[in-house]
């Protein structure tokens, strides 16, 4: 198909999505070739195929290239490895102007290598949407969720930042609640399915508090709430005007007010 395309004269593909199509490495590097030859392409899904490290090497560094112009790219629930993340980190760090979403949640993706992405969201300035939901790598994840937090205080661009089955808890929820105090940008986070209980929760909203900007949804579905838990979270939500605190429906909804 690819092949096909990279022959076709004037034609100006813009989104290509070829998810669950079970790719392999063989594809991707035909499609990286096509990114670096054909400047048309904004979006590009690749998400739930087979591609690994060497796929997702040779996509990450078509990014690169100077005639890229791939805005958002999903490689979700592909086992890219260790490498694969760490070469994307590079290309964060690189800090390319088109690229303003990444989604590579539910890669098999260690701690080092997350550490890596969020060290590099310290030098880029153009993402606006990072999705690193269930990394599946099994231990408390404290350290990731730390880097992460702390690239907050000088990404300032960033408007959504999922993370989803991180394992993060009330420590780390904390570290969190520390820097979007100072954190202008982010709009919208994504923090179901954690084990964070009221007293995470009740950071997060004093944070909010000092927040120059309180237009913030968060999301805390599936989180370790309990009913009697609530009053004191609502009293503390009665006090801003543009935020959304959502959880699931055994817990209740915290919804105050929020506007686009």
């Known amino acids: 198909l690819f092949e096909t395309l990279l022959n076709i004269e004037n034609q100006n593909l813009y989104t290509i999505d070829l998810s669950y199509n079970r790719l392999t490495d063989k594809a991707a590097k035909t499609i990286a070739i096509y990114i670096k030859e054909k400047n048309y392409l904004k979006h590009l899904s690749l998400k ?3 591609i690994k490290q060497e796929g997702c090497i040779s996509i990450a560094e078509a990014l690169l290239s100077d005639d890229c112009d791939i805005i958002s790219l999903d490689l979700s629930h592909n086992d890219i490895g260790n490498e694969g993340i760490n ?7 690189a800090n390319p102007s088109t690229l303003l979403s ?11 290598a997350l550490v890596k992405v969020a060290l590099a969201l310290h030098k880029n300035n153009n993402l ?10 099994f231990s408390l ?11 907050l205080q000088y990404n300032q661009v960033l408007n959504s930042l999922s993370l989803r089955k991180h394992n993060i808890n009330d ?3 904390r570290w969190l609640a520390k820097y979007l105090a100072i954190n202008n940008s982010i709009r919208h986070l994504d923090l179901s399915c954690n084990k964070i209980t009221n007293d995470g929760v009740i950071s997060l909203i004093k944070a909010i508090q000092i927040r120059k900007n309180k237009e913030l949804k968060i999301n805390l579905s599936n989180c370790y709430l309990r009913q009697q838990d609530l009053e004191e979270i609502y009293q503390l939500l009665a006090k801003i005007k543009y935020i959304t605190f959502e959880t699931d429906y055994m817990t209740h909804y915290l919804i105050s007010n929020f506007t686009e």
């Open 48 to 50: 739930g195929n087979d």
């Open 102 to 112: 990444l989604n590579i949640s539910d890669c098999h993706i260690k701690q080092e």
């Open 87 to 93: 070469i994307l980190a590079d290309v964060l760090a």
């Open 141 to 151: 994840q404290q350290e990731t969720v730390i880097h992460i937090a702390q690239a």
């Open 171 to 173: 420590h780390g929820c």
């Open 128 to 137: 606006l949407s990072l999705n690193i939901d269930n990394p599946l790598i």
